[in-house]
Nanobody, 116 residues
Framework: QVQLVESGGGLVQPGGSLRLSCTTS????????MAWYRQAPGKQRELVANIGRGGSANYADSVKGRFTISRDNAKKTVYLQMNSLKSEDTAVYYC??????????WGQGTQVTVSS
């Protein structure tokens, strides 16, 4: 059974930091591209950052320079370090595991709220 479990969300003040984790089971983690998405109320889910099997990363323009995605294949975990948080970063954050030829898998999401 495949599971992706996000953690690390919460309430933080503007300018603060959070580190999200997504721990996986049931997949050969090193063979999957990993990504973080987010969905704010009333908006479509959007890609925040992704990291390939080889470690190459890409970011949405809105988070470049503030967020860093990384992966630990030994721990089967992908991380999202979020710095200089803004109110517009408030959303439910989801991780996704995918390959070009298999079903994609999603986590259940973790809430991030940036507010003073």
């Amino acid at each position: 059974q495949v599971q992706l479990v996000e953690s690390g969300g919460g309430l933080v003040q503007p300018g603060g930091s959070l580190r999200l984790s997504c721990t996986t089971s049931g997949i050969i983690f090193s063979g999957y591209d990993m990504a973080w998405y987010r969905q704010a109320p009333g908006k479509q889910r959007e890609l925040v950052a992704n990291i390939g099997r080889g470690g190459s990363a890409n970011y949405a323009d809105s988070v470049k320079g503030r967020f860093t995605i990384s992966r630990d294949n030994a721990k089967k975990t992908v991380y999202l370090q979020m710095n200089s948080l803004k109110s517009e970063d408030t959303a439910v954050y989801y991780c996704k595991a995918s390959t070009p030829v298999t079903t994609s898998y999603w986590g259940q999401g973790t809430q991030v709220t940036v507010s003073s």
